[in-house]
């Protein structure tokens, strides 16, 4: 079965960086879709990132330029490393997995994503 544990989430001061790690067993990590979400406390959840098996990578406006997502084939990661951090990006993030890639547009969408993890908290504090 397909599993998926999340680390490296923490309380950081804004301005700070982290490196979210998502380890994926149970399935051919090579051949997915995979991305990364967050919840901030009484928000929906939302899409962050996402890449494809090739390495073509997507990102939330909000985000862009300062988070990079990436994958390690060789070691079934998938990584997440995040710079300039905001207090605006505290929230439980997610990894989510998928065998087949979403619909044009639509990689942000939750309902896309057949597999979670249990997520991992990130706070930034001012």
């Known amino acids: 079965q397909v599993q998926l544990v999340e680390s490296g989430g923490g309380s950081v001061q804004a301005g700070g960086s982290l490196r979210l790690s998502c380890a994926a067993s149970g399935y051919t990590f090579s051949a997915y879709y995979m991305g990364w979400f967050r919840q901030p406390p009484g928000k929906e959840r939302e899409g962050v990132a996402a890449?494809?098996?090739?390495?073509?990578?997507s990102y939330a406006d909000s985000v862009k330029g300062r988070f990079t997502i990436s994958r390690d084939n060789a070691k079934n990661t998938l990584y997440l490393q995040m710079n300039s951090l905001k207090p605006e990006d505290t929230g439980t993030y997610y990894c989510a997995a998928d065998p087949e890639p979403p619909y044009a547009g639509t990689w942000y969408l939750v309902r896309q994503y057949n597999y979670w993890g249990q997520g991992t908290q990130v706070t930034v504090s001012s």
């Open positions: 890449i494809e098996s090739d390495g073509k990578t």
